[in-house]
């Protein structure tokens, strides 16, 4: 997006505007692209000739684990332009997509959890990407609980913003966590230079990320009117305080 | 123990709380609106 289209977004009742506009059709076309990915990969896709029927699981712990990475890195992202070019919305991102990120964050674990246990034989194993995972989870609630408690509610923003950046570091970590040690976790079989999925089970997997992509867009767009109604009605008792004062 | 209750368990756990998070959002997006439309 160019620069000066960014900075008509900055005008939150314009975004607000667009906002309501898109948030019925993400909404919308997420729920019926995720209905479709479910579907076939519960009732299309073959069973795995290793893993069996416990493959379907693939379909939403793998959207999960890309949304928990990738919600991450655009929060932090957020963070880092607060910090920049004082982006009226950037500060709002970060606390609209904590708690977002935080839920796919937790579905992954658990559904890794379900699924590891009929394929490895434990619901847990402290390995490298694991454990990875659950420091992403954690610093979620970090940003959450910072922007959530801290009195000064600038200053909370500032400092989980902080989190939110220094936290990239774990971003790598996990991606490389299975390359760089033993792990009971198979290798990535999606990289950009091919894919080692067949196709009768890639496409599901496509189309099910892509309606949780969107209803992940919605989210943090409801997220984010949410936080800016709450603003415009704490502004309103500011001036009538003043006023009263 | 059966595979197909692994596979029901992890959708129940993703869609249950994909319904718990779109709610939330959506309940609380309306009172918030509702609220500043009132004040304003």
Same mark, same amino acid.
């Given at each position: @997006?160019?620069?000066?289209?960014?900075?008509?977004?900055?005008?939150?009742?314009? +975004?607000? *505007?667009?906002?309501?506009?898109?948030?019925?059709?993400?909404?919308?076309?997420?729920?019926?692209?995720?209905?479709?990915?479910?579907?076939?990969?519960?009732?299309?896709?073959?069973?795995?000739?290793?893993?069996?029927?416990?493959?379907?699981?693939?379909?939403? =712990?793998?959207?999960?684990?890309?949304? &928990?990475?990738?919600?991450?890195?655009?929060?932090?992202?957020?963070?880092?332009?607060?910090?920049?070019? *004082?982006?009226?919305?950037?500060?709002? #991102?970060?606390?609209?997509?904590?708690?977002?990120?935080?839920?796919?964050?937790?579905?992954?674990?658990?559904?890794? #959890?379900?699924?590891?246990?009929?394929?490895?034989?434990?619901?847990?194993?402290?390995? %490298?990407?694991?454990? #990875? @995972?659950?420091?992403?989870?954690?610093?979620?609630?970090?940003?959450? &609980?910072?922007?959530?408690? $801290?009195?000064?509610? &600038?200053?909370?923003?500032? @400092?989980?913003?902080?989190?939110?950046?220094? %936290?990239?570091?774990?971003?790598?970590?996990?991606?490389?966590?299975?390359?760089?040690?033993?792990?009971? $976790?198979?290798p990535a079989s999606i990289r950009l230079s091919g894919s080692a999925i067949h196709p009768d089970m890639l496409t599901p997997l496509l189309l099910s990320a892509s309606g +949780?992509?969107?209803? +992940?867009? &919605?989210?943090?767009?409801?997220? @984010?009117?949410?936080?800016?109604? %709450?603003?415009?009605?704490?502004?309103?008792?500011?001036?009538?305080?003043?006023? =009263?004062? | 123990?059966?595979?197909? /209750?692994?596979?029901? /368990?992890?959708?129940?756990?993703?869609?249950?709380?994909?319904?718990?998070?779109?709610?939330?959002?959506?309940?609380?997006?309306?009172?918030?609106? !509702? !609220?500043?439309?009132?004040?304003?």
């Amino acid at each position: @997006m160019a620069s000066t289209d960014l900075h008509a977004l900055a005008n939150p009742f314009r +975004f607000q *505007r667009l906002a309501t506009l898109l948030t019925p059709w993400l909404l919308g076309l997420g729920l019926a692209l995720l209905g479709l990915g479910l579907y076939l990969g519960l009732f299309a896709s073959p069973p795995d000739y290793l893993q069996g029927e416990t493959v379907r699981i693939l379909y939403v =712990h793998v959207p999960a684990a890309w949304l &928990a990475l990738g919600g991450y890195l655009g929060m932090a992202l957020a963070a880092l332009s607060a910090r920049i070019w *004082r982006h009226p919305l950037a500060d709002l #991102s970060v606390q609209a997509i904590a708690p977002v990120g935080a839920f796919f964050a937790a579905t992954c674990l658990l559904t890794g #959890s379900i699924w590891g246990r009929p394929t490895w034989g434990t619901w847990w194993v402290w390995d %490298g990407r694991l454990t #990875s @995972m659950l420091v992403l989870f954690l610093l979620y609630l970090g940003v959450i &609980a910072i922007t959530a408690l $801290h009195e000064d509610r &600038a200053r909370g923003l500032k @400092m989980a913003g902080l989190l939110a950046i220094v %936290g990239t570091v774990n971003l790598p970590i996990i991606k490389f966590s299975v390359e760089w040690w033993n792990t009971l $976790h198979q290798p990535a079989s999606i990289r950009l230079s091919g894919s080692a999925i067949h196709p009768d089970m890639l496409t599901p997997l496509l189309l099910s990320a892509s309606g +949780f992509l969107l209803l +992940f867009a &919605a989210m943090v767009l409801m997220r @984010m009117r949410t936080l800016i109604a %709450g603003q415009r009605v704490e502004a309103r008792a500011r001036r009538l305080a003043a006023r =009263h004062a | 123990m059966n595979q197909i /209750a692994f596979v029901a /368990a992890a959708y129940t756990v993703t869609l249950g709380g994909l319904a718990a998070m779109l709610g939330w959002c959506l309940l609380a997006m309306r009172r918030a609106e !509702a !609220a500043s439309g009132e004040v304003r």
